[in-house]
């Protein structure tokens, strides 16, 4: 079942902080979070394991709430390089990914 | 390392005609996966491959598609008698795994858009 993501679309101007969430219907062993700008390929950012496990990239963070079956990437100091869709992935291993329809982020100058 | 390559990046096909993706995964990488992406949706997994063995296939994935990944290497995604509502990213990724893990990251190809006229 397809994790819900929200908002469906921000907009930021630099240097301004952004919480995406994503929540499931189904208890959640994982949640995996990657950034697909316009034309390009998801890009990996982080994953967080049920027991508080996580692995990803120093400049992001993320929380997961095992019993809200929730995940929020946090976006702090926003650059316009984090322009992008941001989608988190909900599973029990790293295949068979079942991803929500995306947070579209927008930083303006 | 020049990431996960797939051709072509673009195919436009006639209703019916039989189309095949090629996908090129990290060499090191004995995982391989396809999804699907169409307009405002995330990826939707097809299938996938640990080496040559295809391990899982989506239930939703009609008999028209089918993959193979001979030797382990590359990875070809054929769809026949394609129809208009197989318009799509198809999206290919890899990783190394030796099992199966929750931490494993996945590397994503650019996609080839398929439009079915």
């Known amino acids: 079942q397809q994790p819900v993501q929200s908002p469906q679309a921000v907009i930021l101007r630099e240097g301004e902080d952004a919480v995406i969430n994503c929540s499931s219907s189904?208890?959640?062993?994982?949640v995996h979070w990657y950034r697909q700008k316009h034309g390009e390929a998801p890009v990996f950012l982080m994953i967080l394991l049920k027991g508080g496990e996580q692995k990803g990239h120093d400049k992001i963070s993320a929380s997961f709430n095992e019993k809200k079956q929730q995940s929020s990437l946090y976006l702090t100091a926003s650059q316009l390089s984090y322009s992008g869709t941001y989608f988190c992935?909900?599973?029990?291993?790293?295949?068979?990914?079942?991803f929500g329809a995306g947070t579209i982020l927008r930083v303006k100058s | 390392d020049t990431g996960v390559s797939q051709n072509p990046r673009h195919k436009i096909t006639k209703r019916g005609q039989n189309v095949t993706f090629r996908c090129d995964p990290i060499s090191e990488h004995n995982r391989l996966y396809w999804y699907r992406q169409t307009l405002g949706q995330g990826p939707e997994f097809l299938t996938y491959?640990?080496?040559?063995?295809?391990?899982?296939k989506s239930r939703l994935l009609s008999d028209r598609f089918s993959a193979e990944r001979p030797k382990g290497s590359f990875s070809t995604l054929e769809i026949q008698r394609t129809e208009q509502g197989d318009s799509a990213m198809y999206l290919c990724?890899?990783?190394?795994?030796?099992?199966?893990?929750?931490?494993?990251?996945?590397?994503f190809g650019s996609g080839t858009q398929l439009s079915v006229l």
């Open positions: 491959f640990q080496n040559e063995a295809q391990l899982e």
């Open positions: 990724a890899s990783s190394f795994s030796d099992i199966p893990s929750s931490l494993e990251e996945l590397f």
């Open positions: 992935g909900t599973g029990e291993y790293g295949n068979k990914l079942v």
């Open positions: 189904k208890a959640l062993y994982s």
